[in-house]
Every structure is written in structure tokens, then in C-alpha cells.
């Protein structure tokens, strides 16, 4: 089978971004595992998977410093996703904080600034920083994480709030409670949703539908679960992987072509919710 290029999603801007990339959530916590940190995420844009998530509060920082490392010449060819914690958001203290995030990445722009929590940020002076900060070209587009729709209604009432390019949110197959309400939203506002794995998900790999589509595809059941995932309109997703073997089963999940047999199987196993739900949080 030839290999299969990244798929992307288009922003509200009008940039298409990468469908599949990399999470640095749990990396740069034991030092023990730095190197195979490292060649996972150098592994990860060798296969193309271009798109890097991190934080200023994975690790306290040291994620975003990982990066640095990992990068080393190659800052071109990446996307590059951080965030700012809501105890930082606000006017100053999100500049502040992109400040901070920038050094410690190596790094002149983020192309994609996400406000990491709702919390009590505040918004109005948060969309005004980051507005700021693509205006200094210090960022290049900005998002949120873990909004609802009661947040994404009211961001859009607020002076430049329709500038959001995207929503960071838990979404797979055993979180699916954004399908009734949250997703079909913003799919109509244009604004794609990056799906990040919930917690849950490592026990959903046991479940025995999953495990028999898999062997019917010679396949992992957390292939299947990606690909699952790759193939809802409208989201790109960021996986976790620290060891470059990781990395390219991962990649693999782009090799496979579920069936309507397949996709069927999986709705019954995980259904959608029948009624809109609250988005639940880690």
C-alpha cells in the first residue's frame, strides 16, 4: 500500500494545518526518558507528522524546552502549538507568558496560542493580548482548549473573538458527547476542533469490538482508533507517543481504510449520545 501524505484541516484563516500530529503532554517529567522523548518527536516529523503540541504548563515549562531540543535546525518544518495557562491569561499576563513560552522554545513565533483552560481567565482582555500578539508577529494564529458551547457563544460576543481558529477538546471514540451539540457548531462556524485523548482511552483499547476490527485490518486497536478519529470532518488530532516505535504505529493508523461494516460495528460498541451533553473535562 503506498504511503498516505498527512491529511490537513483548514482554518477560519484559510490555512490548512496538519490533521495528525504530536502531543508533548506527559514528556520532559523523568529525565530518564528524555532520549527517547526526543528521537520520538525528531521520528514523528521525519514521518511527517509536522504538527507539535506542547504548553507552558507540561512539565512546568520543561516540555517546551524539549521541543527546543528536539527541533534543533528543523523549526521550519513544524507548527508549532503552545498555550497559556488561565493564571496567566489576561492583557499583560499573557504576554507575559507567550514571552516566556518563546524563549524557552527557541523560537521567534507560535504559529498556533491556545488559552489552556477557561478557569477565570479573562476573556476580553485575553482575546485583546493575543490580537496584540499576532499584530507584533509574535504568534501567527490563536484558539482555546476545552470550550463548550455556553464559552464559544459568549467568545463570540466579544470584540475580536470570531478571530479563533480553533477548539482544543477531549474527543475518541469513548468521549463522544461533543457529537450532538459542540461539534456540529463549529462545524458550521467553520471552526475546526483539535481532539486531544482523554483519559479512558487506555482502557477502551481492551474493548472487544475494537480488538476484532483490528485483526480484521492486521491492525493495533489504537490504529483503529485513530483512524476512526481521522476520519471525522472537520477535526485534526494530537496523539502522546515517547518512544519513535510509538511514533510510527501512530503514523500507521494513516494506512487504514475502516469499512462501513467496520464504522458500523464501532457505533454500536460507542455510541453517540441520543441528546446534547455537557463537554466533560479530564
Not at 492486521?218 to 485534526?236: F, H, K, R, S
Not at 461494516?261 to 455537557?278: C, T
Request: hydrophobic share 40%; with cysteine; glycine share 8%.
Amino acid at each position: 500500500m503506498a504511503d498516505r501524505s498527512i491529511p490537513t484541516v483548514t482554518l477560519p484563516s484559510g490555512e490548512a494545518i496538519p490533521a495528525f500530529g504530536q502531543s508533548t503532554r506527559g514528556m520532559a517529567e523523568d529525565p530518564r526518558r528524555r532520549d527517547d522523548e526526543i528521537a520520538a518527536l525528531r521520528a514523528g516529523v521525519d514521518a511527517g507528522l509536522t504538527l507539535i503540541d506542547t504548553a507552558e504548563a507540561y512539565a512546568d515549562g520543561r516540555a517546551e524546552e524539549l521541543v527546543r531540543e528536539a527541533l534543533g535546525d528543523r523549526r521550519e518544518e513544524v507548527f508549532l502549538v503552545s498555550k497559556v495557562s488561565a493564571e496567566h491569561a489576561g492583557l499583560t499576563g499573557t504576554a507575559d507568558a507567550c514571552a516566556r513560552s518563546l524563549e524557552r522554545l527557541g523560537t521567534d513565533r507560535i504559529d498556533l496560542y491556545l488559552l489552556h483552560q477557561r478557569g477565570d481567565a479573562p476573556l476580553p482582555e485575553t482575546v485583546e493580548a493575543f490580537t496584540s500578539l499576532i499584530t507584533q508577529g509574535l504568534i501567527r494564529h490563536w484558539g482555546v482548549r476545552d470550550f463548550d458551547v455556553p464559552d464559544v457563544v459568549e467568545l463570540a460576543a466579544i470584540p475580536g473573538g470570531t478571530a479563533v481558529e480553533i477548539d482544543q477538546i477531549p474527543y475518541d471514540l469513548v468521549r463522544r458527547d461533543v457529537e450532538r451539540d459542540l461539534l456540529p457548531r463549529c462545524r458550521a462556524a467553520g471552526l475546526p476542533v483539535m481532539a486531544y485523548p482523554p483519559p479512558e482511552r487506555g482502557s477502551m483499547l481492551g474493548h472487544p469490538v475494537l480488538a476484532r476490527v483490528a485483526r480484521r485490518h492486521g491492525a493495533t486497536p489504537g490504529q483503529v482508533a485513530l483512524a476512526w478519529l481521522l476520519g471525522q470532518d472537520g477535526v485534526c488530532t494530537v496523539t502522546e507517543a515517547s518512544s519513535p516505535e510509538h511514533v510510527r504505529e501512530n503514523r500507521a493508523a494513516m494506512e487504514l481504510t475502516l469499512g462501513e461494516e467496520d464504522l458500523a460495528e464501532l457505533d454500536l460498541a460507542f455510541p453517540a449520545p441520543h441528546a446534547p451533553e455537557p463537554l466533560e473535562l479530564p
